[in-house]
């Protein structure tokens, strides 16, 4: 039985008040990695002499920060994927919401306000991206092998020349390689939620969950001081249940009556009878009723994963001056999670492939050249597996392989997007890289060489989408008012090919001086030129508008009619001064252009337009005489294009510049002060170019949007006086609808950041940032501007925005124990003797989102996206005290509660055809606060082995920190009816307190 817990617990809210006045010039300095970073070692202690130094400021050179192997072995990490420790670097932050039970993150990192598409993950020096440019994070959500990495090299804001690809930030893993004797490690974690404590939205008892995750590394030699390798597997087997929150129409809306959250009658509808077999499927709310015939339902989702790793590598040593290794990584994963509900879960299969082979050819000490080849087969596939059995007669196209998937407003997505999809990357990489020492010069420059082959194929949107205006425009009540008899659906026709074969070529050269005018003043230059190739695809599937006003069809040929990358030149500039002649000061400063390239994951939703694929949209019509058949809602109705501004595209470019004061104290102690800002120029931006009238322009300057005159029932007086005889799209012959994508957004990044470090000294290390930041842009990528032809409009706080941001990092060892300063004899000290904590500590205040509505009416083609705001109210809800009064939220209702985190009062439904004024991303979602501690001890056995004992614990503290809302839109089907569980929070951001057991044992 589950059980309602109290609704009244506030969502910690932001608590740190800062007053930060700093002001700086434009300087950046670029980060140079020495010739020994290339040279590939044979042992360990030749890899951590290639390492960049990070520790101290005696050398005037900007570095990486690192991630180095105490923190990859030993810090707490909830699933073991290594990427997470790049968060505790400052200005890096990952601020999507995972599963909250397994504790992942997604891999979508935002690296100083870059989106998560534009950072470059590389694996000894391979970029390692998949198709869709995000991380390597296999099917079931992680990343593993942190026992076989030696260390992450994280550039946060600026980097040198040799990097390109994408402006955002660069994580660079090397991996462990052999040594000259053998040495080991066996580990195994295990989980059981008998020890955990439940979450916020469980029962009475937390949902079954067990983790084991097992391996080994092993390295040593194959030929005496000449050839080593190291392997190194891992395995998780993961069994994962969750509560899963869904709403559903609630037993009464079933018969047609719409009640509120008390259950009393506030309005009666007629149910239409092909509607009755469909609210059949939905299973009946279990929790509690939310009002206008919507209840919450609860249920256990299963959700298994399991995922197989490993890693080779094999260093050789020709000569005292040539050296090679091969590394080659896979994994293979599985895992059945997502969907829109519990009983439409998605099963996914990934299968990556890794390989890496250097070349290095020392000609003196002051010439070192390095070759590396690197090929990359990230593969996936997706498979809905729905727990219900829909028979065939109700698809809403019949040739379908799936049902397809009905959209209600305040009611959770019943149904599939799409089939069965697949994607496989083949990616070709060179690179070659020479480092010449010069006198007072260290030059380095070299080429890389990149090609893609990506094969893809889905079935999105091919079984019908039906999104309906409220829940009486589904039940299909006939005189219940015209604005709940509009509908959008989309779907494709028979005959759509959405498989796709695009191939690319990237081409990259660069040029790095590192100056040293004086010994504790050296000058960073650096240039790069990148280009890549058109996408274009194997059998010539590839559709061009050229304008979209006049053009009556998508017309075959290249995505664009220029190679906007042609012209792509990138300087790195930077300087870098440590005053006196102790080094224990250096002050830093910079600046670099840095470019996002057209690859194939911007232009991914083409594979599903026309003419090749044959999907078409239809907005604000009645669907009654059509439903359920799709097809033939959707037959007669031009097929939806996907193209590129065909004349004007340009590459995303974004400059950064920085300042940072460096200093370095007694007993350790580092700190440093910085400053960190970029400027996004032509960024691209997506959204549906042609569903919209021409506007009007009023005597206020506002904007509206007139209706359709023959397409309105009951019409007011004033809808007469404007509106028009025709008011469809802006060219008729696209009315299926264009997708468009271009390259006018523009993004603005400032940033004031604080870090100490304290070095490793009696087994205690501690490592702290807080930065204070603002990330502002036009858009997010995703399409859902109001009036995209006015993008000033929707001009606000980025997604990832984050205005505090605080992490630490430590271990520390007890003092007990012998040669400890207490119980240092005795069986006391047998007993405490030992134990070492380590943790990490993460704030940040919440993300923003945006107030929204889902309602539309006969007539109308523009939808606004935004509510307005009521005379004299500011755009920021108050998520403090109690709501006001209006209509079917009462007055008195405390703010800052999953039940109602805000208030929905300040906004007022705007007027038809026009855009509404409140602003995009003005509601800030609760602050996220989560701490992980690791309690160990390290036995010896004889030797060099020793068996590690580990207990992590996450979230020791229990602390709960909720999700934004799943409910944004304050008003939903007739105008001016207003969501009744509007701000309702619904999940977690983070996981509860959860225990895990760990032995290592060493040799």
Not at 213 to 220: L, V
Not at 335 to 354: A, H, I, V
Not at 695 to 719: H, I, N
Not at 912 to 933: C, E, K, L, Q, Y
Request: proline share 6%; net charge positive.
């Amino acid at each position: 039985m589950l059980v309602s817990h109290r609704s009244d617990r506030k969502p910690q809210k932001e608590s740190l008040n800062f007053v930060v006045a700093f002001f700086i010039f434009l300087f950046f300095g670029s980060r140079i990695q020495s010739a020994a970073q290339e040279t590939t070692g044979s042992d360990s202690s030749r890899q951590r002499q290639n390492a960049v130094p990070t520790d101290g400021v005696q050398s005037s050179r900007r570095t990486a920060s690192r991630i180095d192997e105490s923190q990859l072995v030993g810090l707490p990490l909830n699933g073991r994927s290594y990427n997470q420790l790049a968060t505790l670097e400052a200005g890096v932050s990952d601020t999507s919401s995972a599963s909250a039970s397994r504790g992942l993150g997604s891999g979508g990192l935002n690296v100083s306000g870059g989106r998560g598409t534009s950072n470059v993950f590389l694996l000894d020096g391979t970029n390692v991206m998949g198709w869709g440019n995000q991380g390597p994070r296999s099917a079931a959500g992680t990343q593993l092998s942190s026992d076989s990495v030696l260390q992450v090299l994280v550039f946060g804001s600026n980097y040198s020349a040799e990097y390109g690809r994408g402006s955002g930030g660069i994580l660079n893993s090397i991996t462990r390689s052999g040594t000259p004797e053998i040495h080991g490690t066996l580990f195994e974690y295990l989980r059981n939620s008998k020890l955990d404590a439940r979450n916020f939205f469980d029962g009475l008892e937390p949902p079954p969950f067990k983790r084991n995750q097992f391996g080994f590394t092993i390295t040593g030699p194959l030929r005496k001081e000449r050839t080593f390798f190291m392997f190194g597997f891992e395995a998780l087997r993961d069994r994962l249940s969750e509560t899963d929150i869904t709403t559903f129409p609630d037993r009464d809306a079933r018969v047609g009556r719409i009640t509120d959250e008390k259950g009393n009658v506030i309005r009666t509808v007629e149910v239409n009878e092909k509607v009755k077999p469909y609210l059949k499927l939905f299973p009946e709310p279990n929790f509690e009723r939310l009002g206008n015939g919507v209840g919450e339902h609860r249920e256990t989702r299963f959700q298994p994963s399991d995922d197989t790793f490993f890693a080779l590598r094999v260093d050789h040593q020709f000569s005292l001056r040539d050296s090679m290794f091969v590394r080659y990584n896979f994994d293979d994963a599985k895992s059945l999670s997502g969907g829109t509900t519990y009983l439409f879960p998605g099963k996914q299969d990934s299968r990556q492939q890794y390989l890496t082979v250097v070349e290095t050819h020392i000609f003196s000490p002051r010439a070192i050249h390095s070759f590396r080849f690197g090929y990359i087969r990230p593969t996936e596939e997706n498979h809905n597996v729905p727990l219900i059995q829909i028979p065939r007669e109700r698809f809403f196209n019949y040739d379908s392989p799936d049902f397809g998937q009905i959209n209600i407003p305040r009611v959770s997505a019943f149904g599939n997007m799409g089939g069965p999809s697949a994607a496989v990357l083949n990616s070709y990489q060179f690179s070659d890289d020479v480092v010449l020492q010069r006198g007072v010069h260290t030059i380095k420059f070299g080429t890389e060489i990149h090609r893609y082959h990506t094969d893809t194929f889905t079935n999105f949107v091919r079984g019908g989408v039906w999104s309906f205006n409220s829940l009486e425009s589904f039940l299909q009540a006939p005189d219940d008012g015209t604005e709940d008899k509009t509908t959008a659906l989309s779907g494709a026709l028979p005959g759509s090919d959405y498989s796709v074969f695009w191939r690319q070529t990237l081409l990259g050269f660069y040029i790095n001086d590192s100056y040293k005018i004086l010994p504790n003043l050296q000058l960073d230059l650096g240039l790069r030129y990148e280009f890549s190739t058109l996408i274009h695809d194997r059998n010539g599937k590839s559709a061009y508008v050229a304008d979209p006003l006049r053009d009556m069809e998508p017309k075959e040929g290249p995505y664009l009619d220029h190679n906007p990358s042609l012209r792509n030149l990138s300087p790195r500039l930077g300087i870098s001064w440590s005053p006196g002649t102790r080094g224990k000061t250096a002050i830093r400063a910079g600046f670099g252009i840095y470019y996002d390239q057209l690859l194939p994951y911007t232009i991914s939703t083409f594979r599903g337009g026309a003419p090749f694929y044959k999907k078409t949209v239809r907005n604000n019509f009645d669907h009654r005489p059509y439903f359920p058949d799709a097809i033939a809602a959707l037959t007669g109705t031009p097929m939806q294009a996907h193209v590129l501004n065909y004349h004007d595209f340009m590459t995303p470019m974004v400059l950064r510049y920085d300042f940072d004061f460096e200093q370095e104290f007694p007993g350790g102690w580092n700190t440093r002060f910085s400053y960190v800002g970029s400027r996004g120029n032509y960024l691209s931006r997506r959204f549906e170019y042609n569903f919209f009238p021409f506007p009007e322009v009023r005597s206020d300057g506002t904007l509206f949007f007139p209706p359709q005159c023959d397409q309105l029932e009951k019409p007011e007086p004033q809808e007469l006086q404007f509106c028009r005889a025709y008011a469809g799209p802006m060219n008729p012959a696209l009315a299926g609808g264009l997708d468009y994508t271009t390259s006018d957004g523009q993004s603005f990044y400032n940033s004031f950041r604080i870090a100490a470090t304290k070095r490793l000294a009696s087994g205690t290390s501690f490592q702290a940032s807080y930065v204070l930041s603002k990330s502002v842009d036009d858009a997010n990528g995703l399409g859902v501007a109001q009036y995209p032809h006015f993008r000033s409009v929707d001009r606000g706080l980025s997604d990832f925005d984050t205005r505090h941001q605080v992490s630490l990092n430590y271990f520390y060892s007890l003092p007990f124990g012998r040669n400890r300063r207490w119980l240092n004899s005795g069986i006391l000290s047998n007993l405490f003797g030992g134990w070492r904590i380590g943790g990490i500590a993460r704030y940040r205040t919440g993300t923003p989102f945006s107030p929204g509505m889902n309602v539309r009416k006969n007539g109308y083609l523009f939808e606004t996206r935004r509510p307005n705001l009521q005379v004299g109210q500011g755009n920021q809800p108050s998520t403090e005290g109690v709501t006001s009064d209006c209509g079917a939220i009462q007055a008195g209702e405390k703010l800052g509660t999953p039940r109602r985190y805000f208030d929905p009062c300040i906004y007022a439904f705007p007027e038809f055809g026009t855009i509404g004024n409140a602003g995009r991303n003005t509601i800030t979602a609760p602050s996220v606060f989560g701490t992980d501690v690791s309690l160990q001890r390290d036995f010896g056995l004889g030797a060099d082995r020793r068996l590690q004992f580990r207990m992590e614990i996450f979230n020791p503290l229990n602390h709960t920190a909720f999700s934004e809302p799943r409910g944004t839109a304050i008003f939903t089907g007739a105008p001016g009816r207003i969501n009744p569980s509007v701000g309702r929070i619904s999940s977690t951001s983070t996981t509860s307190r959860q225990v895990q057991f760990a032995l290592r044992l060493s040799f």
